[in-house]
Nanobody, 115 residues
Framework: QVWLVESGGGLVQAGGSLRLSCAAS????????MGWYRQVAGKQRELVAT???????NYADSVKGRFAISGDNAKKTVYLEMNNLKDADTAVYYCFVPTPGMNYWGKGTLVTVSS
């Protein structure tokens, strides 16, 4: 019923930049919040950033000043611009849309930062 289609993952050198995209489609109508989580192999999934439909954002301390989340309400799309990437940013990044009835997750896109 709801699809979260992610794109933009890949291999990037440390210090480089990458931009992730996630587009929501299907039965979902009004989206108040979209965000990104990431999961490193063997560790718990952690919140990276969120944005509301009004444009309010928040970030994990580890990415503040380096990552920027933005959204397009009409396209039901959220972006994550990642700058000055570090080895520790290597993870599977998941698009996340919480709603009153269900929390939706993308399938994940792998970001690999190489030294």
């Amino acid at each position: 019923q709801v699809w979260l289609v992610e794109s933009g993952g890949g291999l990037v050198q440390a210090g480089g930049s990458l931009r992730l995209s996630c587009a929501a489609s299907g039965s979902i109508f009004r989206i108040n919040v979209m965000g990104w989580y990431r999961q490193v192999a063997g560790k718990q999934r952690e919140l990276v950033a969120t944005i509301t439909s009004a444009g309010s954002t928040n970030y994990a301390d580890s990415v503040k000043g380096r990552f920027a989340i933005s959204g397009d309400n009409a396209k039901k799309t959220v972006y994550l611009e990642m700058n000055n990437l570090k080895d520790a940013d290597t993870a599977v990044y998941y698009c996340f849309v919480p709603t009153p009835g269900m929390n939706y997750w993308g399938k994940g896109t792998l970001v690999t930062v190489s030294s």
